[in-house]
Nanobody, 125 residues
């Protein structure tokens, strides 16, 4: 059974940082691309960043380049991270981890095969 479990969300002041984690199980991690999305209240879910776990290629939406960093842990081969820096109140949203077997599907079309339940990030001004 495929599972993606996010953690690391919380309440932070503007300008602060958080590191979100995504722990995956039920599939071969290196065969998939892992991505991070978010959905703010009243808005559609948007793709933020994506990593091809096999070669560590990364992709970012222009709006988060330079502030967010996606990575995977070589020691914990089934874990991906999204580091959020210089957070703004507009970054308040539920953040989701997702996986797809095809890199292009996830990292270009922002479509996923599997989704986590999400973790709330709230940025206060």
């Amino acid at each position: 059974q495929v599972q993606l479990v996010e953690s690391g969300g919380g309440l932070v002041q503007a300008g602060g940082s958080l590191r979100l984690s995504c722990t995956a199980s039920g599939f071969v991690f290196d065969d998939y691309a892992i991505g991070w999305f978010r959905q703010a209240p009243g808005k559609e879910r948007e793709g933020l960043s994506c990593i091809a776990t096999a070669d560590k290629s990364t992709y970012y939406k222009e709006s988060v380049k330079g502030r967010f960093t996606i990575s995977t842990d070589n020691a914990k081969k089934n874990t991906a991270y999204l580091e959020l820096n210089n957070l703004e109140p507009e970054d308040t949203a539920v953040y989701y981890c997702a996986a797809a077997a095809r890199i292009y599907q996830l990292c270009s079309r922002w479509e996923a095969d599997y989704w986590g339940q999400g973790t709330q990030v709230t940025v206060s001004s």
